[in-house]
């Protein structure tokens, strides 16, 4: 599978987790740093997309402790939070 229908796959699966929170955390995330990836980072966020919502979720807001398989820049990056869009 070339690069852009790895990544257009990838967006779907970003967007659409099936709880907004979700959404727009991983959506956002998504949006902001994947057209800057290796296919060694698409490769983990594929593996990543695999895991529990509220898992990704708590590994971002640092309220559970991030397994080891994915400490790394893209954890470092989806700790930031400054890609979720807030309405003012």
Do not use: C
């Amino acid at each position: 599978m070339d690069r852009e229908h790895r990544l257009k796959r990838l967006r779907f699966r970003a967007w659409h987790r099936g709880v907004k929170e979700a959404d727009l955390l991983i959506g956002g995330f998504f949006d902001a740093h994947a057209e800057s990836w290796d296919d060694a980072e698409i490769e983990l966020f594929e593996i990543l997309l695999e895991e529990q919502d509220v898992d990704i979720m708590a590994w971002a807001m640092g309220t559970a402790i991030v397994p080891a398989r994915y400490e790394g820049t893209i954890m470092n990056a989806l700790k930031t939070l400054n890609y979720v869009p807030i309405s003012r």
